[in-house]
């Protein structure tokens, strides 16, 4: 064997490279990356058109809470779905929408036909697709992957989608200040073709039970969060992490007004603001991608969120940019740590036939906090200053996190085992 070829055999037996030998999920992750790359260029065009619009800190907020909101409203009904119907039919259906919101926001920029109010009903719109989405993304890893392979396959999907965090910023703001928004939206919509070739040819062959027994959303959703709160550990563990979304990951939403509002660094600012932040999460995905293991992972999630605290103290009373983006570096890098070992622990503790359910509400937790989050720091910097809001949202955490302290033995006992060690050891 060439040394190239042992180099490649012995990369698909450690860390990432486990998940990467199952053909369907690496370009199911590939195409995925892409299209997250496109989303953050469209996400960046949006608030920085929010922002030449309004100039202001309570709208950028407002227009993330407005996607957020919807997404939180259907992604309950969402998860329900999932787990009744054929995971892969619905990513298709859910991404030919996506695909059609992206060429409307292409048209009526290219018409100049945008204003806030109509920028608003759009990312509500977006929200609704998102909120079908989410469950669907978050679900197919273990369908493409054997389990003893999904630590490897979290790890990549996040790195990727972190990677895509560091480089979609980067390209919207270069997209931005040489094309202009327009060109930017059009990038976003041409990304999801790719991604729905390839849902088009994968196949789901770790299928999981689905149940095809309706008895209805409310109580088979009703189902999904008593088995939450009954799973020893995880109802305490989904409120740290709501704790983590809404007080610790609002300042990416914010960026644009960071940028401009403060320092006067413009659309290169944000960008450099978002780039930093999305390289400090990659770095942190690529080591938990290789880090292969359950075990251990509460203990450092609590450090990790002790170093967020400080980095956002940080960030909220520096008045050196250069300062902020390094703040911004290590704050994505903890709080990314927290959100992949978190998905790491609910996926591995939980059954495959409520998957939906749970990893909806997970989602709902990941993509309603930050905006929400955005919204209140938003609100409150607009009635007193940036500076205030921010340390008002890291006191608020402080106070979850020291409750939380004396609680994290018992949790590890409990979500760092799978569902089948912890029937084992109850039957």
Known sequence: MSNFGYFVSKLGDHGMGRALRHRDFAIYALAGWISNIGLWVQRTALFWLTWELTNSYSTLGAMA?????????????????????????????????????????????????????????????????????????????????????????LGVSATLFNLAQFVGPALGGIIVSLYGVTFAFAFNAASFLGYLFVLLIIKL???????????GFIKEFKAGLIYIAETPGLRRFLLLSLAVSLFMRAYRDL????????????????AILSSAAGLGAMVTA???????????????????????????????????????????????????????????????????????????????????????????????????????AFLTATTLFLFVLLWTVPRTKRMADNLERSADERDAAAG
């Open 205 to 215: 062959r770790y299928e999981e039970v689905i149940s095809r027994e309706h008895k």
């Open 286 to 388: 690529v080591f938990l991608g290789n880090f292969g293991k359950i075990k251990g992972l509460i203990r450092v999630i609590m450090i990790a969120l002790f170093i967020a605290v400080v980095a956002q103290t940080v960030l909220a009373t520096s008045n050196i940019f250069w300062v902020v983006v390094a703040c911004a570096a290590i704050l994505s890098g903890t709080s990314t740590y927290a959100g992949i070992g978190g998905q790491l622990l609910v996926q591995n503790t939980i059954h495959g036939a409520v998957r939906g359910r749970v990893m909806s509400v997970w989602g709902m937790i990941l993509r309603g906090g930050p905006a929400s989050g955005a919204w209140l720091v938003g609100t409150l910097a607009g009635y007193s200053d940036l500076q205030f």
């Open 65 to 153: 809470f407005a996607e957020a909101i919807m997404t939180i409203v259907v992604m309950p009904y969402a998860g329900t779905l999932t787990d009744r119907f054929d995971r892969l039919k619905m990513a298709r259906i859910t991404q030919i929408g996506l695909f059609s919101i992206g060429a409307l926001f292409v048209i009526l920029s290219g018409l100049d036909l945008l204003t806030v109010n109509i920028l608003f009903g759009l990312v509500m719109i977006n929200g609704i697709a998102e909120g079908f989405w989410t469950p669907l993304r978050m679900t197919m890893p273990p369908s493409l992957i054997p389990r003893e392979d999904l630590p490897a396959g």
């Open 255 to 270: 960026f644009a007004g960071i940028s401009d509002g403060i320092f006067g660094m413009g659309v290169e600012g944000l």
